[in-house]
């Protein structure tokens, strides 16, 4: 690490957009693990066009968040010169790959909420993230009906494919109440109508991850204890080993374009 | 890659201009939903198409290509059943 990390103000607009960027960039940069190491051709592919919608999403929430910030930074700094702390993203979305099935319900998870979400942001009064809404909410949309598909066949399939899946969910649930959270910065955002108020999507998602796992044989957990921090930039162990890989050019050779 | 209990389906994508769909390629997958999908993520990637057909493969009947001789020999020798074989008088114009 030889390139200072950047300082960014984070105002309550800034923090909002960087949020929603990190957690775009992070996932999608999860699935790009799987480029080339798939089980099948076919998910191959899948899995790497959601992580480049996902990437497409993160760049235009870090050219919005830059602009509002309104000083040097630009998209590629905030992606390549935070450090772990400065990263926003939920602890959901910088789990380890794991095994396909914890990959599909990481996905679906999100993916989930993320259909409500941007459906709900196009809304907003902010043009630019309604626009940005506007983009995603059909990125969005296919992903979760590509990994709805995935649970139900992985759940209901083997006696294998059930258990792994079942495990997925048991050790990812923990991370689903992030989510909805809200801390005051936001809660000023949402009152201007500039976001919404994620509680409000909660009963909806519920409804559709129940079904989905439902129709798949497998449970939810019981279990209503929820792990939360990667919002402020405390998050899992797991999320240094992403940026150390996803940072590494720029660190070494700053400002290096191709 | 793909299991051997993975079934193939092939792939028909039609155009944004087009009238039919045509064959563009195959692929594995474990029933028609899920093949429907991989196609789109496959073969549509450059906004190549608005609609999509997946056929299992096991549903087409193929002619045997060792019958080529029998099958397609015979239509080689009657050029008659080419318009342009015909001459079109200079009176009739375009048609």
Not at chain 1, 159 to 177: M, V
Not at chain 1, 198 to 215: C, H
Not at chain 2, 17 to 28: D, E, F, P, R, T
Request: charged residues 25%; negative net charge; proline residues 4%.
């Amino acid at each position: 690490m030889t390139v200072a990390n950047i300082q960014v103000s984070e105002t309550p607009l800034v923090l909002y957009t960087l949020r929603r960027a990190d957690d775009a960039l992070i996932l999608g940069h999860r699935l790009s693990e799987w480029c080339g190491h798939a089980p099948m051709l076919e998910e191959d592919m899948a899995l790497s066009n959601i992580a480049l919608d996902l990437i497409g999403q993160a760049r235009e929430l870090y050219g919005y968040a830059a602009k509002a910030e309104g000083g040097d930074n630009d998209e590629d700094k905030l992606a390549y010169l935070r450090d772990v702390r400065q990263y926003r993203n939920l602890l959901l979305v910088e789990q380890p790959n794991g095994d396909f099935a914890q990959t599909l319900v990481r996905q679906f998870f999100y993916s989930a909420f993320a259909d409500l979400y941007w459906r709900a942001m196009m809304n907003s009064r902010d043009t630019t993230l309604a626009a940005i809404a506007a983009k995603s909410e059909k990125e969005s949309a296919y992903h979760l009906r590509h990994s709805s598909e995935w649970i139900i066949r992985l759940g209901d399939g083997t006696e294998e494919s059930h258990a792994r899946a079942q495990g997925a969910i048991d050790q990812l649930w923990a991370f689903t109440g992030e989510m909805f959270a809200v801390d005051d910065s936001e809660r000023g955002l949402i009152d201007a109508g500039i976001a919404i108020d994620p509680a409000t999507l909660r009963d909806r998602w519920m409804k559709t991850v129940a079904s989905v796992v439902t129709e798949a044989t497998l449970a939810l957990p019981q279990n209503n204890w929820m792990q939360q921090g990667g919002r402020f930039g405390r998050h899992s162990e797991h999320l240094g080993h992403l940026l150390s890989e996803l940072q590494s050019m720029q660190r070494t050779f700053p400002g290096q374009t191709w | 890659m793909a299991t051997p209990n993975t079934p193939l389906w092939e792939v028909f994508i039609r155009s944004r201009n087009g009238l039919a769909h045509k064959h563009v390629g195959s692929l594995h997958a474990s029933d028609a939903t899920m093949a429907l999908q991989a196609a789109r993520d496959i073969y549509t990637r450059r906004g190549e198409g608005l609609s999509i057909w997946v056929v299992p493969s096991t549903a087409i009947t193929a002619s045997d290509p060792a019958e080529k001789g029998m099958m397609f020999e015979p239509a080689e020798s009657k050029i008659y059943r080419h318009p342009t074989f015909y001459d079109v008088p200079e009176e009739v114009g375009h048609m």
